[in-house]
């Protein structure tokens, strides 16, 4: 079973950064889709940046590309998300997924929550 454990939540003004974190525990084997999806209060979860490890390539949302950086360490297999440039409309619960395939979703953490504040 994989468990993935998110941190780095908070709460910051508009034009401020956060770093969120999440740890993956488990067997997730070498060739995997890690990524951030949110969701705000009475909307649809949304990706927000993903890593796809068989190709090694990234997937931003075009709402948070140029503010957003998706950072892995495979080692650790712990992935972050910078944020930059945070905007009132960046409000939501922030989830790390992993899955397999085109798909992140097969795993979910908890969720850590970023509000900004205008």
């Known amino acids: 079973q994989v468990q993935l454990v998110e941190s780095g939540g908070g709460s910051v003004q508009a034009g401020g950064s956060l770093r969120l974190s999440c740890a993956a525990y488990?067997?997730?084997?070498?060739?995997?889709?890690m990524g951030w999806f949110r969701q705000a209060p009475g909307k649809e979860r949304e990706g927000v940046a993903v890593?796809?490890?068989?190709?090694?390539?990234?997937w931003y949302s075009d709402s948070v590309k140029g503010r957003f950086t998706i950072l892995q360490d495979s080692a650790k297999l712990t992935m972050y998300l910078q944020m930059n440039s945070l905007e009132p409309e960046d409000t939501a619960m922030y989830y790390c997924?992993?899955?397999?395939?085109?798909?992140?979703?097969?795993?979910w953490g908890q969720g850590t929550q970023v509000t900004v504040s205008s």
């Open positions: 488990g067997y997730i084997g070498s060739y995997y889709c």
């Open positions: 890593i796809y490890t068989a190709s090694n390539t990234t």
């Open positions: 997924g992993l899955g397999y395939g085109s798909s992140c979703r097969k795993y």
